[in-house]
């Protein structure tokens, strides 16, 4: 392996590690978003937003 190959698998694993990185981030907002609705995609009647219950008055 010379030099120029030893730079390019450099470049390609950091940015393996930063898109690895994105993914763990992304995976985690994921997941917080699931326990805030509940995991039923219904995001109207719970997490404490102006519509707290589903009859509001």
């Known amino acids: 392996m010379d030099a120029s190959?030893?730079?390019r698998l450099k470049?390609?694993?950091d940015d393996n590690r930063r898109?690895?990185?994105l993914?763990?981030?992304s995976m985690l907002d994921?997941?917080?978003?699931k326990d805030i609705?509940?995991?039923n995609g219904n995001a109207r009647y719970g997490a404490g937003g102006c519509r707290?219950?589903?009859n509001p008055i």
């Open 52 to 54: 707290s219950s589903p």
């Open 37 to 39: 609705l509940g995991n």
């Open 23 to 25: 993914l763990a981030d």
């Open 5 to 7: 190959e030893a730079k």
């Open 11 to 13: 470049a390609l694993e």
């Open 30 to 33: 994921n997941a917080a978003f």
């Open 19 to 21: 898109v690895k990185k």
